[in-house]
């Protein structure tokens, strides 16, 4: 019950996990939409900037036109007795030194408001000035507010930026418009908003164009592993054609196509050759019992042909049994498997089983160094060790010594080697396909060759213990077979 609720769980977190996926946004658009909250926020703040800058120096402006329009005020008016029968000068039409250096304040259509210290009116610039003027306006009011800071007003229904100067008798209001300034502001805004807007579209279309485009490789890979077959295993992506950026995505693809080809071809060759190791064993034994079975014959040719079966079938099973060892080995081991074996006494009782075989052929054994624990499981590691001292012995020359040397590679790995001399010579070409399944190094010897599967199953032990086996020739006579095994978790 309970791991078929751990099956239900696991499906249900799945279902979870390919719902959230579902929801996300393709890379493409997550790209652009933080590129379009980018592009945003940086014309905001280029909006704001322009504006407040536009408006300061319409600000600046006009503080400049009323401050020298003030001065010319208090000039005329100290030259003048009597402010009382003295028109106001007219400020716009004045042109002394201070104009000449500045001659684009004569335009401006300044407007003047002349009251005596009662809030009398005397006398305005133009004329139709004081006329325009509310009720209730009074200069001497703001006068007590704004004194002589410049200040914004409005008057009927017009934005005037304005400043008063007093004198002993008189206050003098100078006004001047600024309705114009604030119509080009509005016009300014609204025209710099379209183009922001328009530049903001711009980018992020460009954006999303440049993105798209640069994705654009990424469906060649895509394409090429959907059409990933058996037959066409040989296939490669131009790297030269792939932007930088991606050249190393397709770079990895081609190596795992290269890997992937170079395993099915192995697979395919292992398929062959155990096919035929397996059709030889079964075609001799429907052979052996057709004939048998053909007519009647006498018990003592049944008993023999019953061993001969025997033997057959013991092969078979040796057979089937590395093959199911080396799946195990491959699937990795397990942290319950793994233990401190020590390597000095395991290869001790090989060598004394070994030995009396040994002897007849006149080979006698030499162990030295140091050997250490390593951390495996243990059936296994003695598997691969008597693998290398069966197959040294059966290769080795008469009257010869198969040498064992230990000592620590590294302080997480310990190295042990084993050296013979062989009967017959053998390059380090033909050596490295020694680890090839079913590929047998000498088939001509009156001894049975084996299955071939030795060397695969000592590599795949290894393997299994994050170690590596390597093959050594040397002087074509000497063959050296290095096992390094770590020692630590």
């Keep these: ?192 908003s379209l183009i922001l807007f328009a530049i903001t579209l711009l980018l992020v279309s460009v954006a999303a164009l440049s993105v798209y485009w640069g994705f654009a490789p990424l469906s060649t890979i895509m394409q090429r592993m959907k059409g990933i077959h058996p037959e066409r295993l040989d296939e490669r992506i131009n790297t030269s054609e792939m932007p930088l950026e991606l050249r190393p995505l397709a770079e990895s693809y081609n190596l795992m196509m290269a890997k992937l080809e170079s395993n099915f071809v192995s697979l395919l060759r292992f398929s062959d050759n155990i096919a035929h190791e397996l059709r030889t064993p079964i075609a001799t034994l429907s052979t052996q019992t057709q004939v048998m079975l053909s007519k009647p014959r006498a018990t003592e040719e049944y008993i023999e042909q019953l061993h001969q079966q025997h033997d057959t079938l013991e092969q078979l099973s040796s057979l089937i049994n590395n093959m199911l060892l080396l799946a195990k080995t491959q699937k990795g081991l397990s942290d319950s498997q793994l233990k401190r074996v020590d390597t000095e006494i395991l290869i001790s009782k090989l060598i004394d089983y070994f030995e009396l075989i040994a002897e007849e052929r006149g080979i006698i054994f030499e162990k030295s160094g140091e050997f250490g624990a390593v951390l495996g499981d ?22 010869s010594v198969i040498e064992i040397k230990a000592r620590t590679h590294t302080p997480a790995t310990s190295k042990i080697t084993i050296t013979n001399r062989l009967d017959k010579p053998l390059t380090q070409s033909e050596a490295d396909k ?37 093959i050594t020739i040397k002087d074509d006579d000497y063959f050296e077979v290095n096992v390094e095994i770590s020692s630590r978790a």
Excluded at 439 to 459: E, F, P, W
């Design 378 to 399: 243990e059936g296994l590691l003695q598997r691969l060790f008597a693998n290398l001292l069966s197959n040294a012995i059966y290769y080795a020359a008469s009257n």
């Design 1 to 192: 019950m309970q791991p078929i609720k751990s099956t239900l769980n696991k499906m249900a977190a799945n279902k979870i996990n390919t719902k959230s996926d579902n929801r996300r946004l393709p890379l493409l658009w997550r790209t652009v939409f933080l590129l379009t909250i980018f592009v945003v926020i940086s014309q905001v703040v280029i909006y704001i900037w322009v504006q407040r800058s536009v408006k300061s120096h319409f600000e600046e402006m006009d503080a400049e036109i009323l401050t020298h329009a003030a001065f010319n005020w208090r000039k005329q008016a100290n030259t003048n007795d009597s402010y009382n029968q003295t028109p106001l000068p007219d400020t716009t039409n004045e042109v002394d030194q201070a104009e000449h250096s500045h001659p684009a304040w004569q335009n401006y259509d300044l407007k003047t408001l002349l009251t005596d210290k009662h809030d009398n009116v005397l006398t305005s610039v133009p004329n139709s000035f004081a006329e325009e003027l509310p009720v209730d306006f009074s200069l001497l009011s703001l006068w007590q507010n704004h004194h002589e800071q410049q200040f914004v007003t409005k008057i009927n229904n017009r934005r005037y930026r304005a400043v008063i100067v007093q004198t002993d008798e008189t206050l003098a209001l100078i006004a001047l418009p600024i309705d114009i300034h604030h119509q080009y502001l509005l016009q300014f805004n609204r025209q710099l």
């Design 434 to 470: 020694l680890f090839e399944r079913f590929h047998r190094y000498d088939q001509t010897k009156d001894m049975h060759a084996g299955s071939g599967l030795g060397l695969s199953i000592v590599q795949a032990i290894a393997r299994a213990h994050h170690g590596k086996v390597s």
